[in-house]
Every structure is written in C-alpha cells, then in structure tokens.
C-alpha cells in the first residue's frame, strides 16, 4: 500500500509564488518512482502540469514552462511544484501521482484571487 499526501496549497495574489509538497509512504521506493503533478479546475479535466524522472530529468507542458519547477528530494520521499507568478487560470486542484499508477494523493487546492 502506498500513499501520497500534498501540502502547500491556499489562497494567494495574483502574481505570487506556493511550493507544492507530496509526501509518499508505504511499499515502495521513491527514488525509483517517475512521479508527476497534475491539476484539476472546476468542470474541466485533469491535466498534467509536471512530471521528474527517477533520473532527475523533467518535463513541462508548454502552458506552464518557465512558471513550474518540479523537484524531488529523495530522502525525504517528496516531490516539490514551485509556482511562480501566478494567475487566476492556475486555480484549481493539484494532485500529486505516481507517474503511470493509479496512485494519486488527495489534492491540494490552490487559489489565485485578489
């Protein structure tokens, strides 16, 4: 059994800045794990917004690069999402996954509203 629990998420400015954690425990090995982040608005689906390979090596789609930082911290088991300059478009839930798993943490609402 795996888990993986976000943190980070609230309400902030336009313009300002969250760090996105996801904490996975259980049976696995998580510097094995390709892990991603994906978010979710109201009524539309879930996109994929980050992912890092076990290698380190990363990937963003185009509407988020250069504001997404995706990264990982191998003894702590947790994958960090560093937003910058946020807009009202970013608000929506964020989930944390193991990449190609049906594993998902719970969500973390983030909010950009002044």
């Known amino acids: 059994q795996v888990q993986l629990v976000e943190s980070g998420g609230g309400l902030v400015q336009p313009g300002g800045s969250l760090r996105l954690s996801c904490t996975v425990s259980?049976?696995?090995?998580?510097?094995?794990?390709?892990m991603a982040w994906y978010r979710q608005a109201p009524g539309k689906q879930r996109d994929l917004v980050a992912r890092?390979?076990?290698?380190?090596?990363?990937m963003y789609p185009d509407s988020v690069k250069g504001r997404f930082t995706i990264s990982r911290d191998n003894a702590k088991n947790t994958v960090y999402l560093q937003i910058n300059s946020l807009k009202s478009e970013d608000t929506a839930v964020y989930y944390c996954?193991?990449?190609?798993?049906?594993?998902w943490g719970q969500g973390t609402q983030v909010t950009v509203s002044s």
């Open positions: 996954n193991i990449h190609g798993t049906g594993s």
């Open positions: 259980g049976r696995t090995t998580f510097s094995a794990l390709n």
């Open positions: 890092i390979m076990s290698t380190g090596y990363t």
